[in-house]
């Protein structure tokens, strides 16, 4: 073969290949242009395999179920562009029961049976707390789609990521200006009594009171509880606003009953979406909600200024303008959570990329490939919006959502910006040995 047809198939394929990776296929809504390549050089090529730990049972079913349909239509859109490093994705998954005594046994069982390249997806804080320290025993990179500020604050391992959905930090500290100027100054505050509520008890306070706001009192309720009347006394009369976010299969009840003890005199409601995740806001006794504003990281409902790529987002997995399941109205998603899973199976795939992973011996190679990641911009990989990352603490910073109900849907009417919800490292994972 000449040298010149040497440089010709050198760009053949190179063409090939940018075009078979550009975007994330028909699968997601967006055509695959002229060229497409399902695997070059892979068919033969062994799977990249993700452990998928999953609430499939327990107080997290309602996410573990819309997470796991979320993970098949990000792989099935991976894999239609080609896959990891020319090799097709395969999810292995595991039910934790959404139980801190069985999370660690799923990492286990992934790392040693199924000899998984990396684990994913844990949502409920006290599961990924529970399951952190087997990750880094097993050297396995972990990369967790739940919102506490364990991750960032540094107390896990360097195994562990939460690269594809904020924490509560910053959460808070992004809507607590919007709260403050809206809401009045005297705030009481409901939420579950573990670790992720705790970080909504530890960092509203100091967020409010830097806005000229306080909160007088913070009411903690137990994840299982099932009738919540019994606590609402403990709400100050003075209160200008109930600020809650409850979570778990009793979140229509929590709603229900604050709305029979309040009647149509009530203060006003600012609630982050957990205590509304999943749960028609039609139902029955809900119609006390109508007026009061909730946080959102992804909007249920559709907007009218819903990029292309968020539109081919909802197509992909299958929810319709409401935010439901297509065809089954009554089904319900958890969609303000649920773009992490997406998202974040898009940041292992670049990071799989960066690393030029190929096997466990690569893990890490992948951990410092993944810490280098600085940038995720607005776009089929990202379609919740633009994010940075913080390698030193392995945690994205992005835009949150401020969404009101009106017309028995939720309306976005604020966005916050990315650098509203940064804060200073408090530790530095990198120092840390591999």
Excluded at 80 to 109: Q, S
Aim: hydrophobic share 35%; net charge negative; glycine share 10%.
């Amino acid at each position: 073969m000449s040298e010149e047809q040497g440089k010709i198939g050198f760009l053949r394929k190179s063409i090939n290949r940018r075009t078979a990776l550009k975007g994330i296929g028909a699968s997601a809504g967006l055509a695959l242009g002229p060229g497409y390549v399902r695997y070059a050089q892979a068919q033969s090529s062994a799977p990249i395999k993700i452990g998928f730990q999953a609430h499939r049972t327990g107080i997290g079913a309602s996410y573990g179920r819309w997470y796991e349909k979320t993970t098949m239509a990000a792989v099935k859109a991976i894999n239609a562009a080609g896959g990891i490093n020319g090799r097709p994705v395969e999810i292995i998954t595991e039910d934790d029961g959404t139980d801190a005594k069985r999370g660690p046994e799923v990492v286990e069982k992934f790392a040693n049976q199924h000899k998984v390249d990396v684990v994913y997806g844990t949502l409920f804080s006290h599961v990924v707390i529970a399951s952190s320290p087997a990750a880094g025993e097993l050297k396995i990179p972990y990369y967790v789609v739940s919102e506490g500020h364990h991750v960032a604050s540094t107390k896990m391992n360097r195994y562990v990521f939460q690269p594809g959905i904020t924490d509560v930090k910053s959460q808070i500290q992004s809507t607590a200006p919007w709260i403050a100027a809206n809401y009045g100054k005297k705030i009481t505050q409901i939420f579950p009594d573990f670790a992720f509520g705790h970080d909504h008890r530890d960092y509203l306070p100091p967020a409010l009171k830097a806005q000229g706001a306080d909160v007088v009192a913070q009411i903690a309720i137990p994840p299982t509880e099932t009738s919540f009347t019994k606590y609402f006394p403990q709400i100050p009369a003075d209160t200008d606003a109930i600020y809650h976010v409850m979570i778990g299969p009793a979140v229509l009840t929590f709603v229900k009953e604050l709305g029979e003890f309040y009647g149509s005199n009530r203060p006003q409601l600012f609630g982050f979406i957990d205590s509304l995740e999943a749960v028609d806001i039609n139902s029955p006794g809900l119609e006390f909600l109508d007026g009061s504003h909730f946080w959102e990281g992804a909007p249920r409902y559709a907007q009218a200024d819903d990029t292309e790529a968020m539109k081919a987002y909802r197509a992909a997995v299958g929810i319709d303008e409401n935010g439901a399941a297509v065809g089954d109205p009554k089904d319900v998603s958890t969609a303000a959570h649920m773009f992490g899973c997406w998202e974040t199976l898009y940041v292992i795939k670049q990071a799989m990329e960066a690393a030029s992973y190929q096997g466990p011996q690569d893990r890490a190679k992948l951990v410092e490939a993944t810490e280098a990641l600085t940038e995720f911009p607005e776009g089929p990989e990202h379609p919740q919006g633009a994010k940075t990352f913080n390698g030193k603490i392995h945690q994205c910073f992005g835009i949150q959502n401020i969404s009101k109900v009106e017309g028995g849907k939720l309306k976005v009417v604020h966005k916050t910006k990315i650098e509203d919800g940064l804060y200073e490292a408090e530790g530095d994972y990198t120092t840390q040995p591999l």
